[in-house]
């Protein structure tokens, strides 16, 4: 975690959940760390975890079983098109706003874009 970032915690916990998960590091039915331990290992408050925890259950990555943890969920999210690309819009913006800034040509971006895809594998 990079609390000078200036993203807030609990959205860098559920980025780095979602990139494990589309890395491969993290697998269907594999259990996240208990909500009051990671916070210890982060040195943040539970309720921070709690909310990214949450947030990601709310979206379908996870799913808690009371008493039992919280584990990746087995189904991807069945989410609209429109809805996936509603999501990922504020992302672009900023990544294409950065682009600019550093004068990096639509093709540079393009490439880059496609790189990351293709280090995390092919996932549909």
Known sequence: MQPGLGTPIYLQIE???KHAIAAGALQQDDTLPPVRKLAAEL???PNTVARA???LERDGILRTVPGGGCYVNGQSPGLLKSEKLRRLKPMATQL???AKQLRLGREDLMQLLENSYDELGETQ
Do not use: L
């Open 15 to 17: 980025s780095q959940v």
């Open 43 to 45: 040195r943040i408050n």
């Open 53 to 55: 925890y949450q947030n």
């Open 96 to 98: 294409s706003v950065e």
